[in-house]
T-cell receptor, first 113, second 116 residues
């Protein structure tokens, strides 16, 4: 089925460990985004990309890095995980810069202990 | 500082009645607002939007009202159904250099529970 796939769905990390969250879309979308959702905080934009090879910072980029080497994939990296990064991470994509057609993945639940 | 505020974390409504979810915003430059719906273990899905040149937009059982002078919008669901039970997020575009690039501010969400 077409859409946005996030890998893994769940993960537990120890403080200081690193990991990469993968987001893959098969809709040929140009724009991709990483958001995090925390209890009582709504969704906040971490990083985004407006096309292959591009990345930019969002509202809360500290502690994260991203890469968009292929158009269909947007990777979110945590170099040294901290308990404050315990969250649910959502990836989204869209075809162009308009406001419709935002497709979200089902999320990755990350716990840092 | 939150640009988009949803001050009610939860709302409980009986099936068949009206559900009213509220959202306030601080930036008068916002020219577009969206509502997203989220079920547990799923990503948010787009529900309905409204442009600032309108004060109402309707789509089936869902209507969004915008009061620009009060910087307030509301989502009305009539009649409410148990399948509407979900978290509802209000969102507005993040502008930088005159462009949003599709980025959004989200409110904290309101958990709607519709009981039979």
């Amino acid at each position: 089925n077409a859409g946005v796939t996030q890998t893994p769905k769940f993960r537990v990390l120890k403080t200081g460990q690193s990991m990469t969250l993968l987001c893959a879309q098969d809709m040929n979308h140009e724009y991709m985004y990483w958001y995090r959702q925390d209890p009582g905080m709504g969704l906040r934009l971490i990083h985004y990309s407006v096309g292959e090879g591009t990345t930019a910072k969002g509202e809360v980029p500290d502690g994260y890095n991203v890469s968009r080497l292929k158009k269909q994939n947007f990777l979110l990296g945590l170099e040294s995980a901290a308990p404050s990064q315990t969250s649910v991470y959502f990836c989204a994509s869209r075809k162009d810069r308009g406001l419709y057609g935002y497709t979200f993945g089902s999320g990755t639940r990350l716990t840092v202990v | 500082d939150q640009q988009v505020k949803q001050n009610s974390p939860s709302l409980s409504v009986q099936e068949g009645r009206i559900s009213i979810l509220n959202c306030d915003y601080t930036n008068s430059m916002f020219d577009y607002f969206l509502w997203y719906k989220k079920y547990p273990a799923e990503g948010p899905t787009f529900l309905i939007s409204i442009s600032s040149i309108k004060d109402k937009n309707e789509d089936g059982r869902f209507t969004v009202f915008l009061n620009k002078s009060a910087k307030h919008l509301s989502l009305h669901i009539v009649p409410s159904q148990p399948g509407d039970s979900a978290v509802y997020f209000c969102a507005a575009p993040i502008y930088e250099g005159g462009s949003t690039l599709g980025r959004l501010y989200f409110g904290r969400g309101t958990q709607l529970t519709v009981w039979p």
